[in-house]
């Protein structure tokens, strides 16, 4: 799949990125992305310019507001990006997570279990569906070396 993108909305304005859109969609491009189009309005020039085919709407944390999502579909969205609020979110987390830390020198309660981490992340179904062929042997005190100076 292709998707053609243009930051032209920003960079030339719009009658520049609709032009480009045009040209993405004379050309048989997949989907069209066009930077900062993330309202209703815009997309709805963005739909008439490419043709009928779908719009890739990038809603970044770093950009204008979105409209909402059933707003955004009914203007041709087929498929809305949210590229770092996952990653903003796991940020906060982070940062509140070891604020204690900074404050007492204390480890806070674990948020979750290690079991409860696994299970959100799917290991043990990954590990009953990909066992490991040859574990090999358990490492022991003879198998492995002991850190020194010399073997670091």
């Known amino acids: ?30 989907a069209i992305m066009v930077e900062r189009a993330v309202d209703g309005a815009t997309l709805r020039r963005v739909r008439d310019a ?28 087929r498929l809305v990006l949210y590229p770092v609020t996952a990653a903003l979110a796991g940020a ?27 299970d959100l992340l799917g290991l043990p179904e990954l590990a009953d569906r990909f066992p490991d062929p040859d574990p090999g042997p358990a490492p022991s005190a003879a198998t492995e070396p002991a850190l020194s100076r010399e073997n670091p």
């Open 50 to 77: 490419a043709g009928g085919l779908p719009l890739v709407v990038n809603c970044s944390a770093a950009g204008s507001p979105a409209d909402p999502l059933d707003e955004l579909g009914r203007a041709g969205a």
């Open 1 to 30: 799949m292709v998707i053609a993108r243009t930051d032209a909305l920003a960079a030339a304005g719009p009658d520049e990125a609709l032009r480009r859109v045009e040209a993405f969609a004379a050309a048989r491009r997949d």
């Open 92 to 118: 906060a987390a982070m940062r509140d997570a070891t604020a204690p830390c900074c404050a007492t020198s204390r480890a806070p309660a674990p948020a979750m279990s290690w079991t409860e981490l696994n």
